[in-house]
């Protein structure tokens, strides 16, 4: 005879407070995340920066906002590196070469189409790679959410092959975008383990700094200088302080605590955000593939995330 053993109310009452603040922490991150494409279009515009340019100083603001608020927990950096130094580092570069090509697809195919792409695809990967790690095939709902979602893509690429004055170079883009994506859904991975051993300010300062020096050759050969306009510096102290800094400490804080509904809100908060400030602010078009093309994948991503987790 089995028993079943039921948690007192007052001992679920933490727990559920928990998981609360850590959905919380994901919805205010990608809404902050859905700001930085139009954030970088609007510096491209009135500063000429690359976008690996744009991506260093972003990255080297938030460190130096970060070492600054942790100055006094220089010994906890330190353990932390000793007892897990290789996913910390592939945490920080992957960070840097993943914001780099999500930069340059904002560049090439426009703030829209880049962030839909670049964050659509990332939980489609990563759902691909448990599959093929547990070595089974995905059950009829996965496949059908993988399915939606290369739908989504293929309307997506094909709405927007022609350049346009936001869109230089869509298919670039796209190809940038998907490197992204892939970038962010590895980086995700190996952070999501690390957040559960190290506290979410010394993932964040240890990630920036590591992502700045990586970046760091390649934005010296592009050019780093920055004009001291008053517009200029706000933009790349939003992009530092407010999309970065704040933004991952929460989001590495909110993985702490959440499951994959974290995923699926920071997913779908991020490029509707985006869209939303793009055509608003940016007059970036929205061709009717590009809307349906990305409720298919925004849809995919929603049912990888959100169904229930059942045997294959």
């Known amino acids: 005879m089995s028993t079943s053993r039921t948690v007192p109310p007052a001992a679920a009452a933490p727990a559920v407070a928990q998981a609360r603040t850590g959905l919380i922490q994901i919805t205010v991150t990608g809404v902050l995340w859905g700001t930085t494409g139009v954030a970088v279009q609007l510096l491209r515009e009135s500063t000429g920066l690359s976008p690996v340019s744009i991506g260093f100083h972003r990255l080297a603001i938030a460190a130096l906002v970060l070492l600054a608020c942790t100055a006094s927990r220089l010994g906890a950096i330190r353990a932390a590196l000793r007892s897990a130094p290789l996913p910390l580092l592939l945490t920080g570069i992957g960070l840097g070469l993943y914001q780099a090509l999500y930069f340059a697809a904002v560049a090439l195919a426009g703030v829209g189409v880049a962030t839909v792409v670049s964050l659509g695809l990332a939980p489609v990967l990563a759902a691909t790679w448990e599959s093929v790690r547990a070595r089974r095939l995905p059950g009829p709902l996965r496949l059908a959410t993988l399915v939606a979602a290369v739908a989504g893509l293929a309307l997506i690429t094909g709405a927007t092959a022609e350049p346009t004055g936001t869109a230089p170079a869509p298919l670039l883009g796209l190809l940038a975008a998907a490197g ?109 593939p590009v809307i349906v093309g990305g409720a298919l994948l925004l849809t995919a991503v929603a049912a990888t995330y959100l169904a229930p987790s059942r045997p294959d």
Do not use: K, N
């Open 180 to 288: 992204s994506g892939l970038g962010y859904a590895v980086t995700t991975l190996i952070s999501r383990q690390v957040s559960q051993r190290v506290t979410p300010m010394t993932l964040t300062t240890i990630s920036t700094v590591v992502g700045a020096l990586t970046l760091a050759p390649f934005a010296l050969v592009a050019g780093v200088a920055v004009p001291v306009r008053v517009d200029t510096v706000a933009l790349l102290l939003h992009l530092g302080v407010v999309t970065t800094a704040l933004a991952y400490a929460l989001f590495y804080a909110g993985l702490r605590t959440t499951s994959g509904s974290v995923a699926a809100v920071v997913t779908l908060l991020e490029p509707l955000t985006a869209a939303a400030l793009a055509v608003a602010l940016l007059h970036e078009p929205l061709p009717l």
